[in-house]
């Protein structure tokens, strides 16, 4: 990769909600991705896609509740898609908003270690990032007094 090439690459975390995507998620979202920037460094632009569906489709046709896309080339743009469609089924199962929101947050922030991982190449386990997810996700929570 030359200099040029990383002068010309657009950067950050921008969040990107399709229609039906319930507003206390987009919100929580938002939210995340918010703090987030201000504790990470996005040095290629990686979309998040909220997507109302309950899961989203990888490119071997594969159903998923998220994923993220790394691409091969570092000047192309990853890509990170979540399924929020289960959300009011989330809130009853776990009793109450929040902790549904948590659960898509954790999906968020898996995805973004996995995009440090990638851009970075830190060498991380999957053990070492779900770790750090745990990590991330308490470090947020002590910080903001409401998810959404």
Known sequence: MTTSDICS???GLRIVTRR???PDVQ??????ARWLRSHYEFPIR???YLSSSEQVRTSSGELRPSLFF?????TDEPYISIATGDYEAL???CGNVDDALCSILYSVALHVLNYQEWWF???????SI????NNLIAEYASEVRYIV
């Open 46 to 48: 990686v979309p998040v």
């Open 91 to 93: 809130v009853c199962k």
């Open 20 to 22: 039906g995507v319930h």
């Open 9 to 11: 690459l657009r950067t």
């Open 121 to 127: 190449e830190h060498g991380w386990s999957e053990r």
């Open 70 to 74: 790394a691409p091969y080339e570092k």
């Open 130 to 133: 779900s770790q750090r997810r």
């Open 27 to 32: 919100r929580a979202v938002l939210k995340f």
